[in-house]
């Protein structure tokens, strides 16, 4: 079983997904995260973020240890995820790496911007999970708090904003919903409730 789950950041999909794969017993992928380790690549080695060779060369040399990295949740490597994203070279050097994961015996849970349209046009249920963008903001404010690290709600809203606006209007694989994708908005709902309303989607879909 193959569960796609895709969203704007912060509207809470990658909780979501995890939550969803502990339950179902499948793997997952935070697709989101290979591209913010070519973002924290570049940054790490000072390149310019625009440098279109620099992010495909990253990208198609990934380590475990770049996936891993701490410093992949930070707000920098989250704005040069977007950048890199956006740059077609890059989501195709990384698109065999999410299919590959995908198509394991037994299936997976992978969420992210492009699983239901791109990745995984195949998968058993697609959920496209959203949330307003203050509300958003406000989760991400509350996120770097837990952490002790500083956080400007004001200046996150503008970079979700900025980020939902980039991830919307970039040329390859586009954020939007998948057409046979069910919206799940959770701005106004629990983490649990979010799961029960996602679960129930999933398994209508799994029967049909």
Do not use: W
């Not at 900025?162 to 959770?186: G, I, K, Y």
């Amino acid at each position: 079983m193959i569960i796609a789950i895709d969203g704007p950041a912060s509207s809470g999909k990658g909780t979501l997904a995890r939550k969803l794969a502990l339950h179902y017993g499948l793997p997952h992928l935070d697709t989101g995260a290979l591209y913010r380790a070519v973002g924290r690549r570049l940054l790490k080695d000072e390149a310019d973020l625009q440098d279109v060779q620099a992010a495909e060369n990253a990208a198609r040399s990934l380590t475990a240890g770049d996936l891993n990295d701490p410093g992949l949740r930070d707000e920098a490597t989250g704005e040069a995820a977007s950048i890199v994203s956006a740059m077609p070279g890059v989501r195709a050097a990384l698109l065999e790496y999410q299919r590959t994961f995908a198509r394991q015996p037994g299936g997976a849970v992978l969420d992210g911007r492009d699983v239901g349209t791109v990745i995984c046009p195949e998968a058993d249920a697609k959920l496209f999970v959203t949330a307003a963008a203050m509300i958003r903001a406000k989760r991400r404010a509350d996120e770097l708090k837990a952490r002790g690290e500083p956080a400007d709600e004001r200046r996150i809203l503008e970079d979700i904003e900025a980020r939902d606006r980039r991830d919307a209007e970039r040329t390859v694989a586009p954020l939007r919903p998948a057409a046979d994708a069910h919206l799940l908005d959770t701005s106004n709902l629990s983490i649990e409730a979010a799961f029960e309303a996602a679960k129930a989607v999933i398994e209508s879909a799994v029967r049909k």
